[in-house]
């Protein structure tokens, strides 16, 4: 039974029936996470999350070369904490930094144009 979370209550149910399976192409499997190992810190996202900018650098077959093998995950040399606002850009179509901006500006865009363009 699918449960949603009541800030004071705890978990408490919001369907009197189980949900449906997903339909088959719409499931995941675990091929479809990726690992991107970002200066030590590892973010994991699904495949078809990135590829929905296919002329970018995650989004294409280019970061085919930043793949290790051993570790199974693509590593980049970046700055963490500007990288999971690129990464929140791929999931959600929106580019913002909630922080301020003007203190990490040059490396923002920086590190937006190496992984967007």
Known sequence: MPFARAAA???IPVASAP????????????EGLIV?????????TWRD???R???TLLGSSERD???HEESNEFFFDRD???FRHILNFYRTG????????FIKLTGFIFTALSFLV
């Open 9 to 11: 209550v705890g978990w």
């Open 19 to 30: 949900m449906p399976a997903p339909p088959r192409e719409k499931q995941r499997g675990r």
């Open 36 to 44: 991107l190992n970002v200066s030590g810190t590892k973010f994991q």
């Open 49 to 51: 999350t990135l590829e």
């Open 53 to 55: 900018y296919p002329d």
């Open 65 to 67: 070369f930043f793949f």
């Open 80 to 82: 963490p904490d500007i």
């Open 94 to 101: 929106k580019l913002f930094d909630p922080r301020d901006v």
